[in-house]
């Protein structure tokens, strides 16, 4: 069976061979880049590795890996590594993550070190999201122009990660 006659056959509510992989076709099946690179490493792979998605720092899931998982499912995704940056994936620069992993992230990718050691996102003179020292993923902490304070309003009362700037008293969403 092949995998796209698999994943229609899961999808139909059918009876597959096997049950359909999917590692990094979406954003919600994504591996983690410090995880990635550790696999890669016990695979043998010696590839950088790429951060796809800059704000939970998803790797690029590569062709070696997708065959030796027999991973069903690949993603169709836009130049943007994430909409809400306006960052493409392109022009590749060499990052460490805070464990000290070795990743490839896109050339425009900029964030602002803070005084606390974390790193923030910052757009127009509005820090759009942060990501505390020693974290994992960028939180959308939407609270402040540089230099001064604007407030924020919870969404749906939600914790600090869904925060966002308060624009004619209603949420203005993350794009």
Same mark, same amino acid.
């Given at each position: 069976?092949t995998?796209?006659? &698999?994943?229609?056959?899961?999808?139909?509510?059918? +009876? $597959?061979?096997?049950?359909?992989?999917?590692?990094?076709?979406?954003?919600?099946?994504? @591996?983690a880049a410090?995880?990635?690179?550790?696999?890669?490493?016990?695979?043998g792979?010696?590839? !950088? %590795?790429?951060? #796809?998605?800059?704000?939970? /720092?998803?790797a690029? =899931?590569?062709?070696?890996?997708?065959?030796?998982? *027999? =991973?069903? +499912? =690949?993603?169709?995704?836009?130049p943007?590594?994430?909409?809400?940056?306006?960052? &493409?994936?392109?022009n590749?620069?060499p990052?460490?993550? /805070?464990?000290g992993? !070795?990743?490839e992230?896109?050339?425009?990718?900029? $964030?602002?070190?803070?005084?606390?050691?974390?790193?923030?996102m910052?757009?127009?003179?509005i820090?759009?999201?942060?990501?505390?020292?020693e974290?994992?993923?960028?939180e *959308?902490?939407?609270?402040? &122009?540089v230099?001064?304070? +604007?407030? /924020?309003?919870? @969404?749906?009362?939600? !914790? #600090?990660?869904?925060y966002?700037?308060? %624009? &004619?008293?209603?949420?203005? $969403?993350?794009?």
């Amino acid at each position: 069976m092949t995998s796209r006659e &698999r994943v229609l056959n899961a999808i139909n509510h059918e +009876v $597959p061979d096997r049950i359909p992989i999917d590692l990094g076709a979406t954003r919600q099946s994504g @591996i983690a880049a410090s995880a990635y690179h550790q696999l890669k490493s016990i695979l043998g792979i010696r590839t !950088p %590795t790429r951060v #796809v998605d800059l704000i939970q /720092f998803l790797a690029e =899931v590569e062709q070696p890996v997708l065959e030796r998982f *027999g =991973v069903d +499912v =690949v993603g169709v995704f836009r130049p943007q590594t994430n909409p809400g940056f306006a960052i &493409r994936g392109e022009n590749w620069k060499p990052w460490r993550l /805070f464990d000290g992993t !070795p990743v490839e992230v896109p050339g425009a990718f900029d $964030p602002v070190l803070e005084s606390d050691g974390g790193y923030a996102m910052v757009r127009d003179g509005i820090v759009i999201a942060r990501m505390p020292k020693e974290g994992w993923i960028y939180e *959308g902490n939407v609270t402040r &122009r540089v230099g001064r304070d +604007v407030g /924020f309003q919870g @969404i749906h009362g939600g !914790p #600090v990660s869904h925060y966002a700037p308060v %624009t &004619r008293g209603r949420p203005c $969403p993350l794009e």
